[in-house]
């Protein structure tokens, strides 16, 4: 368990700055920080995976991006985000691939429950619940968020929408 992170980037930062980095973050409690989770593909591509963990009181749950030549890969699965100051998980990428698979995902009581920013951001959604947030879902500057069509937003103060719907195979 992770608590009380303050200053820094957060309580996990992944920074690699050569090679690929392949990440597992599994049964954890990560609270009290600027940015609980941290992706940040400097120098390297990282490929990583979230499984029954929760990120609450933080200022962000979890923050992935893609930046320069390298990009992020993730999935979370079984995991909730709940009562952070402002976003409970943003992807962000102006270029380069910044993808993220959510399976099975709370996301509640955020100012912010998801955000997609940038054209190389993209959020895929199933089984999940976006709820109590002031904003559901959003997207800017051409960030995607797609749904499976087999989830929960409500409740929120604005709930938003999906960029589109992806057929369940």
Request: glycine share 12%.
């Amino acid at each position: 368990h992770i608590r009380n992170c303050n200053g820094g980037s957060g309580g996990i930062d992944i920074t690699p700055s050569s090679g690929a980095a392949r990440v597992s973050i599994n049964d954890s409690y990560i609270t009290g920080s600027s940015r609980a989770i941290r992706i940040n593909p400097a120098g390297a591509n990282v490929f990583y995976s979230i499984e029954r963990t929760l990120l609450e009181y933080n200022s962000t749950g979890l923050f992935a991006s893609g930046s320069g030549n390298f990009s992020s890969r993730g999935v979370m699965r079984n995991s909730t985000s709940s009562i952070n100051g402002y976003f409970g998980i943003q992807i962000t990428s102006p270029t380069r691939s910044a993808t993220l698979l959510l399976s099975d995902v709370t996301l509640q009581a955020n100012f912010s429950g998801l955000q997609a920013n940038g054209a190389g951001a993209a959020v895929y959604v199933e089984r999940s619940r976006i709820v109590q947030n002031s904003t559901g879902v959003s997207t800017t500057s051409s960030g995607k968020i797609f749904s499976h069509g087999n989830n929960s937003v409500v409740d929120n103060s604005t709930n938003g929408t999906f960029t589109g719907p992806v057929p369940l195979q």
